[in-house]
């Protein structure tokens, strides 16, 4: 068979979604688009903590160090341990020339076993100096070991348009290899200082430094034609020139400093706490190995805008018993206000809302209990859904414990899971065919921490 002449537009159209599909970062655990909110053991098994006046305040109300129980040294180190799949089922009739089904699902597994936090503070009269190191973003590896729903469904299309084109069934199916690999992580350092203005209303003002490492690693390649003729299997190279392998080899790093600012406000029993963190301008640049997909923004030394949004907390506890301690918060993400590649953020609505309550007991001295709730709502339209880069209202849930085992050692453990709501968005025109994709997820998170003071 003589070689085709086409411009294949469905194959042009294939690279621009693998462009989107590969600058992908977003969170393992709880939080926005790009921030990791979970950054202590004791915000697992409650998350409602933007009223903290503990160890853990360092991130979630830094104001509330003012209110530690001792002046001295105070810090936690924290490990959390993490499971994460993503799931699309995509249903889209040319599938059926590869498997014999018009319905496939595509799973990605992202695990993350070691995910360390620390925080330290140091009260000393009417001062806290406190520091903390986290990952604020992303803390894992998610691979789709058959690629994605986008890629395989342009490739699907190329038997058909063949066919058009030669005016006779010549084809049948295809056949190729597809996986997709990408690790992201953000690792923060913030550096602060709380003052008591008064007695009940403290200030705090710090920095975060926030870095920036991605990879990618993906492909697309021995695509293959079956032919009606016997069911003999043709690379699509030899029928159409213009269609051949794509690989992609590079990582990204940036780097990015925002302001912290905090209040707390302690009235009787009641403790309010105020963060907010300013966006980060972050610009990602690429250091390429290999690069087949004809696409300039993976070029060696190219930038991408990847901002880490604003974030506004505010949080509420109450001693309803000197036993007995109920929480609430909320946190806003102004995602729209932060850039993404292609101007992504103007598919946001405004941004993500989270709404967190909580209550701890504490039995005696030596052990307490808490448990609490998260719910997540965000703001993108369907135009944001794409393969990986999707984003799913939620609803958390967090319990554990604590054990002081002396006077200055705490053991803090603890669980937290999502329950994700499936999105269903109808999967671009391709000619004249239609298909949809329901995007699903679910994540796990273990945690252990040692808190100390002295």
């Known amino acids: 068979m003589q070689p085709l002449t086409i411009k294949y537009i469905v194959m042009k159209k294939n690279l621009f979604l693998l462009a989107i599909a590969f600058f992908v970062c977003g969170t393992v655990w709880a939080g926005g688009l790009l921030t990791n909110t979970n950054q202590n053991v004791s915000f697992l098994r409650n998350p409602a903590r933007g009223a903290s006046t503990e160890i853990d305040a360092v991130y979630t109300n830094p104001a509330g160090l003012a209110f530690l129980s001792h002046d001295g040294l105070s810090f936690s180190i924290n490990n959390q341990s993490a499971f994460q799949t993503r799931s699309l089922t995509t249903t889209f009739a040319p599938f059926e020339g590869f498997g014999g089904n018009a319905t496939k699902n595509f799973e990605g597994k992202a695990t993350a076993w070691v995910i360390p936090s620390l925080q330290a ?142 209040l707390d406000y302690k009235w009787n029993n009641l403790n309010v706490g105020l963060v907010y963190e300013f966006q980060s301008a972050i610009e990602l640049d690429n250091e390429t190995k290999e690069n087949t997909t004809g696409q300039a923004q993976f070029d060696d030394g190219f930038k991408t805008p990847y901002d880490i949004p604003a974030l506004l907390s505010i949080g509420a506890q109450y001693d309803i018993l000197p036993a007995l301690t109920v929480s609430a918060g909320y946190h806003h993400f102004f995602d729209s206000d932060a850039k993404m590649l292609k101007d992504r953020q103007k598919l946001i609505n405004g941004g993500t809302n989270e709404y967190l309550a909580g209550v701890e007991y504490r039995f005696n001295p030596k052990f307490l209990a808490s448990c609490g709730v998260q719910f997540t709502r965000s703001a993108v339209k369907d135009d944001f859904q794409s393969d990986l880069n999707y984003f799913l209202n939620s609803t958390s849930f967090g319990f554990g414990g604590a054990w002081n085992v002396t006077e200055n050692i705490r053991i803090n453990a603890a669980y937290f899971f999502t329950n994700y709501e499936d999105w269903t968005t109808e999967t671009p025109v391709i000619s004249t065919v239609k298909g949809s994709t329901v995007f699903g997820r679910t994540n796990k998170t273990f945690g252990i921490g040692v808190d100390f003071k002295f």
Do not use: C, H
């Open 121 to 262: 503070a140091y009260k000393t009269g009417d001062w806290v100096f406190s520091g903390n190191f986290s990952v604020v973003g992303g803390g894992g590896t998610l691979e789709f070991a058959t690629g994605l729903p986008s890629f395989e469904s342009q490739i699907s299309m190329i038997p058909l348009q063949v066919n058009q084109q030669l005016g006779a069934n010549a084809f049948n199916g295809y056949s190729l290899e597809s996986r997709l690999k990408g690790s992201s992580i953000t690792f923060g350092g913030q550096l602060g200082a709380t003052y008591s203005i008064l007695d009940n209303f403290s200030a705090y003002l710090g920095l975060r430094l926030n870095y920036v490492s991605n990879s990618y690693d993906g492909y697309l390649k021995n695509i293959q034609l079956r032919s009606t003729n016997g069911g003999i299997y043709i690379p699509v190279q030899n029928i159409v020139p213009s269609v051949g392998d794509m690989n992609l080899d590079l990582k990204q790093t940036g780097l990015g400093i925002a302001p912290v600012i905090g």
